[in-house]
């Protein structure tokens, strides 16, 4: 099992370290370089003050000299110098890092039970009123953007009815519910109509139908070969979602004004801010590649024929 | 053994996915109309200015006036038709070089199958909306760019969908039979394979445009889409939530005609996927914007 | 009817949930204790739906309707849903047709034995019970096998756990549904010894369901013949097995193959079965009846009993009085194709071929592993000629097939055509070499693109090998099809409206197209029933006599393969075994495998109807055989 376990591990650093190869010369291409960012358009005409700059961040050097240093320095977390703040990326990402984390977790842990509960409970009813209207509810919410759901829940809990603040400068629980929620209503659709699948298919299986035809009651039957049959889609299921979580993060953080990564990289694209945008889109490809792995290692703990061929 | 199997599909087969289809072709029928075509009916220039910044409705301007003075209903009129054609274009493109890739994947197997697939692996490492912040970042905003983005977020996943597609037809006894009988590869692809997979395929094609109108419409909300002083709808939500509460029309009716269009597609969607259990674990993610 | 029946069942229906479509209905019959009753038929025969309502159990989309099943004096029918619960499993238990599916694949085996004798608290100790289970399916009671997931075992011993789940609660009566259904043949021969030793040493009835009547024939006491959801015939095996009184009966005995001796000519049924659907108000059977008279369309047939002593044998048909002798089926007489192979020149040549397939890599540091799968093979093949492949599943009969047709690439070994070196793959073969090597596959569905209609499937092989007119094209495709024996008129049908024969025709009329010297068929007929198989059989038949067409046959049922073969291959593991002349290798087999394979088959018994001992007197046909197919090797 270690060695299947260790072959996603490094399929999963060398996607990484591509996906960084891959984020650093698209930005490369970068018209008038960073030094525009930071000496300003009068600046970056004076091409003293632009070699001076150059040299002083060594930006002159062959670009795989200075991907080669950023890899490093990233090992190390330092991810350069933002020109736009003339501060180091670290230093500026770190706490917003922090608030992002505390948002993702609590929607994270929020969604997957409601996920797991709609989707078990549209499976169980199949067919009946209670799927319908959950199908149908489940389908709407994952077609309408996250930003069209904020305004929507802004316009409800802070202005009609005002419960939670507009905007979610803060930390504090009230300003963190509309968030939250948010996120909950982007990712909870499509995560419960996996488990409804999952739940169905199990359902359907000829397993069940077994356990059926030994007279095992029906609690018995969901508890014992239903439900753990069908986890694994779950799990793939929030897999799925990880493609899904740093726009998610963006388009909220941008909406509520939450001071996290997201809304740093929406500002660092705007003030062409290079090695910001570098370090941000890094992370938000490291959090897709951490969740598949998750959920990868998850499947292969829960499915004993995976699990004994990885053992064996 | 007993054909109860079958007859039991059948008669679980209700209208209700008929009724769903239905709303669902409205809905997209209305949207795509008004994005189309409401220009022709609007009564004012989109940016010709009237008076104050979010002045309520009145008799001339039905639904107020946003934050520069511009007539609502007039800008929401003429601000669907970029963003429909940007996100249609970027999708098509991408769709089709994604099958492309898909395809060849499949039917090549081999080292040609693993280079691609690595290929496409590390590309939907970036989730569409990173990617597409990262182009902008890279070569500035423009509205080719953004279609491109849309291109390249679309081709990843219809590879891997369009290859496991044909990878279940691939081997199937029809397509060796031509093999043994010496069909050329473009015989095989457009004549056994591709007829067999359009369905799903289809279904896909359908997620990834709903999920390209919702990145095009999250795009120019934080403002790095479609540029002011241009009329569109997600970029008219954008500029004018500040006033939420004082002007809701101005937000409120582009973010419904953004959700009929997306609603509308899906439901569609939704009718023509067969009922078949597991068959949804092959539609990936749209990612959420 | 006798009082010694553990098992009862009267006027049994099941229909479809909220119509009045009755999938079976009227079914009647009587099981003892310690006799088994086979329930036989076609696909779409309602048997499964039969054995399924005996625990009062429809499947979804169905419901049993009507009538009783009684077990020690309740009628489970009548039970409540908790009544349900604890009769099954406890009182009727159910071994599934495909174990690898019916298992829970997350849980240990053991424990989904165990959860049966807790959810039954049924008394005694659970480990003995377990034990007696374990051991009365022929499982060895150790730790380690009761740990095992059901992906760790074989076929077979998934197969002995879901008897062992069937025994545990030590019920009355076991249904099985075709349980030895897509096993090789020495594991079914295994697993039908571990079912004749229950039925020594426990006190339950049987129920056995197979399409196969081989197998029913050599496991059961009575045997109910069913079609088109109802009982046509039912009686004690070896009355009804020599002698049939229900015209679909005789029917079906005529169409089986046998390995033991030579048969006459195979005759399918024409037609096919209807669905629950569409069936006639009379006599379900009439429509592909040769005996049909008005009355058979119109009205439905009592069980009238027949034969000694009276209310032991029943048939249901207006007709069963005066059955037509003269309509046996007719003894073959040599045929044209095999006289002319003996002087043929060798057509194929394969030496020492060897090929495999390229494993998955597990993980970093391991590579890839070949998995051989036809090691060092040799054989040859004369113009006009039939050699039949024979093994079990994984022995390599395939991959040659499919080296030959030019779809897969061997490791080594070569292949000459008409004395010229073959290329591996199909696209690197010169045309005319394409053209004359054609393949048929297994699985008729699949087979046929099911986006094209029959005509543009059959007309492709004709555009792409020969040069004609639109009209000329259009003619040739509808003589094709005459050739097969379907109407030119389906050439604008698609496949899906077709049943397996017909779609397996229709493959075999586009191989036909290209006028192939040598046509690959690769169990051609074992995803079809008997009486399909048994036309699609004497079909191929007639065309090596008309078109002189050599042909490899790939199957892994020896039966079918005495029906059609001059010379048999015996493949296992990928090594051949034994390569004779079809006689020898049937009568004096040399390899102990062989012999194993052989005594494996179930075959009908020697006098059973049509009686082909009487038919084919003096073995004249051996004589012919002898002289022709034993080339030396």
Request: aromatic share 6%.
């Amino acid at each position: 099992m270690l060695r299947i376990v260790g072959t996603r591990l490094v399929v999963g650093l060398v996607t990484l370290l591509a996906a960084s190869a891959l984020i650093f010369i698209t930005l490369d291409f970068l018209p008038g370089d960073a030094a525009t960012a930071y000496l300003g358009r009068e600046g970056a005409a004076d091409p003293a003050a632009v070699k001076q700059l150059q040299e002083e961040y060594g930006l002159d050097r062959p670009l795989v000299v200075r991907y080669g240093d950023w890899v490093s320095g990233a090992v190390q977390l330092d991810f350069g110098h933002s020109f736009a703040n003339d501060l180091p990326v670290s230093t500026l990402i770190g706490p917003r890092l922090r608030r992002t984390a505390i948002l993702l977790a609590l929607a994270l842990a929020i969604m997957f039970p409601v996920a797991l509960l709609v989707g078990t409970v549209s499976a169980l009813r199949r067919g009946s009123a209670v799927d319908g209207g959950l199908q149908v509810f489940t389908l709407v919410l994952a077609s309408l953007p996250s930003f069209v759901v904020g305004i929507g829940l802004i316009l409800m809990f802070s202005f009609v009815w005002p419960l939670f603040p507009a905007v979610s400068l803060t930390l504090a629980p009230a300003a963190l519910v509309l968030p939250v929620t948010v996120l909950v209503l982007g990712w909870m659709p499509f995560t419960a109509r996996m488990v409804r699948t999952g739940v169905v298919n199990a359902m359907d299986s000829d397993y069940v139908q077994m356990a059926r035809l030994k007279g095992l009651p029906e609690p018995r039957i969901v508890q014992g070969h239903i439900l753990p049959n069908s986890l694994v889609p779950a799990i793939q299921a929030f897999a799925l979602t990880a493609a899904s979580m740093p726009a998610g993060i963006v388009i909220v953080e941008y909406l509520f004004g939450f001071q996290g990564i997201g809304v740093f990289l929406i500002d660092s694209v705007r003030s062409r801010d290079t090695a910001t945008v570098e370090a941000v889109t890094l992370i938000l490809v490291a959090i897709y590649i951490v969740a598949n792995l998750i959920s990868d290692i998850a499947t292969i703990m829960l499915t004993p024929r995976l699990r004994t061929e990885a053992l064996g | 053994m007993s054909s109860g199997d079958q007859t039991g599909r059948a008669l679980r087969r209700g209208p209700r996915i008929s009724t769903i289809t239905a709303v669902g072709i409205v809905l997209t029928a209305v949207a795509i109309g008004i994005g189309m075509f409401g220009r022709y009916f609007a009564p004012y220039a989109p940016d010709e200015i009237f008076g104050s910044a979010f002045a309520g409705p009145t008799p001339e301007h039905h639904l107020g006036l946003d934050f520069v003075g511009r007539d609502v209903l007039s800008r929401f009129l003429w601000g669907g038709r970029t963003a429909i054609l940007v996100a249609l274009v970027g999708t098509v493109v991408g769709f089709l070089a994604g099958c492309a890739v898909g395809f060849v994947s499949a039917y090549r197997r081999g080292w040609t199958d693993e280079v691609l697939g690595r290929t496409t692996d590390l590309a939907l490492a970036f989730p569409a909306l990173i990617l597409a912040l990262l182009l902008l970042a890279a070569f500035g905003t423009s509205l080719s760019l953004v279609v491109l983005a849309i291109a390249l977020t679309t081709a990843p996943g219809a590879a891997r969908i369009s290859r496991a597609a044909a990878l279940e037809v691939v081997d199937m006894p029809y397509v060796e039979a031509a093999r043994a009988r010496g069909e050329r590869s473009s015989y095989v692809l457009t004549a056994e394979i591709l007829p067999n997979v359009r369905g799903p395929l289809l279904v896909d094609f359908g997620l990834r445009l709903t999920t390209s109108i919702l990145l095009v419409a999250a795009l120019s909300f934080v403002g790095l889409g479609l540029q002011p002083p241009a009329a569109d709808w997600g970029l008219m939500i954008g500029e004018n939530r500040v006033a939420l509460t004082v002007q809701p029309w101005t937000v409120l009716v582009p973010a419904a005609a953004i959700a009929c269009l997306t609603i509308g597609i899906n439901l569609i969607i939704d009718g023509l996927r067969p009922e078949t259990p597991g068959r949804t674990d092959q539609v990936e993610a749209h990612s959420h914007v | 009817m006798s009082d010694l029946a553990e098992l009862t069942v009267r006027d049994l229906g099941v229909s479809v949930s909220g119509s009045a479509v009755d999938i079976v209905s009227e079914v009647s019959f009587d099981v003892e204790a310690r006799t088994a009753l086979g329930v036989v038929g076609e696909s779409g025969c309602g048997k499964t739906t039969v054995a399924m309502a005996l625990l009062g159990y429809g499947r979804p989309g169905t419901e049993v309707s009507t009538g009783k099943v009684i077990v020690e004096g309740t009628n489970i029918l009548a039970l409540d849903r908790q009544g349900l619960t604890r009769t099954r499993g406890r009182v009727v238990s159910y071994v599934p047709q495909n174990p690898s599916r019916a298992l829970s694949p997350g849980m240990q085996v053991a424990a989904q034995l165990q959860e049966m004798i807790t959810a039954h608290s049924v008394p005694g100790d659970p480990t003995e019970l377990l034990r007696s289970a374990w051991e009365g399916a022929q499982l060895q009671f150790t730790s380690e096998m009761l740990r095992r997931y059901p992906h760790q075992l074989s076929g077979g011993q998934q197969q002995r756990v879901a008897i062992a789940m069937a025994l545990v609660c030590e019920p009355k009566v076991i249904v099985m549904d075709e349980p030895t259904t897509g096993l090789d043949v020495i594991t079914q021969a295994r697993l039908l010894e571990v079912i004749a030793d229950l039925r020594k040493q426990r006190d339950v009835a049987i129920v056995y369901v197979s399409h196969d009547l081989g197998v029913i024939r050599n496991v059961v006491d009575h045997v109910a013949v069913m079609y088109g959801g109802r009982i046509v015939e039912a009686g004690p095996v070896d009355e009804i097995f020599r002698d049939p009184r229900h015209p679909y009966t005789r029917r079906l005995l005529e169409a089986i193959p046998r390995a033991q001796i030579d048969t006459g000519e195979l005759r399918g049924i024409p037609g096919s079965s209807v669905e629950p659907w569409n069936r006639p108000p009379g006599c379900p059977f009439a429509p592909r009846c040769a005996m049909r008279i008005d009355r058979c369309d119109a009205e439905m047939p009592p069980e009238e009993p027949v034969g000694e002593p009276a209310g032991n044998w029943h048939v249901r048909c207006w007709r069963s009085g005066d059955l037509d002798e003269a309509a046996k089926p007719r003894r073959r007489t040599a045929s044209a194709a095999a006289v002319t192979a003996a002087a043929a020149p060798e057509l194929l040549e394969v030496s020492d071929l060897v090929a495999g397939y390229r494993g998955r890599r597990q993980g970093i540091g391991s590579s890839r592993v070949t998995n051989v799968a036809l090691n060092g093979a040799s054989l040859s093949l004369s113009a006009g000629s039939c050699l039949a492949v024979v093994g079990e599943s994984g022995s390599g009969k395939t991959t040659l097939g499919r080296c030959l047709a030019g779809l897969h690439r061997p490791i080594s070994g070569e292949i000459r055509f008409s004395g010229e070196p073959l290329a591996p793959l199909a696209r690197t073969r010169p045309p005319d070499v394409r053209r004359r090597i054609q393949i048929v596959f297994q699985d008729p569905d699949s087979s046929l693109n099911p986006m094209m209609s029959i005509g543009a499937i059959v007309r492709r092989p004709l555009r792409q090998f020969f040069e004609l007119s639109r009209s000329e094209e259009t003619a040739r495709v509808a003589e094709l099809l005459e050739q097969v024996h379907l109407s030119p008129a389906m050439a604008s049908r698609p496949p899906r409206e077709l049943s397996g024969g017909e779609k397996q025709r229709v493959a075999i009329a586009r191989a036909l197209a290209a006028e192939p010297d040598l046509l690959i068929c690769d169990e051609v007929t074992s995803a079809l029933d008997v009486a399909v198989q048994a036309s699609i059989l004497e079909l191929l038949r007639e065309l090596r006599l008309v078109r002189s067409l050599a042909m490899l046959f790939i199957s892994h049922d020896l039966a079918v393969v005495r029906s059609i073969s001059d010379r048999v291959i015996v493949l296992r593991a990928g090594e051949i075994v034994e390569s004779a002349g079809r006689a020898q290798l049937f009568d004096e087999p040399r390899a102990p495998y062989t012999r194993e394979l052989l005594d494996a088959v179930h075959d009908l018994r020697p006098g059973d109807y049509p009686h082909w001992e009487d038919a084919l007197p003096g073995g004249s046909d051996r004589v012919l055989h002898e002289t022709l197919g034993d080339v030396p090797s």
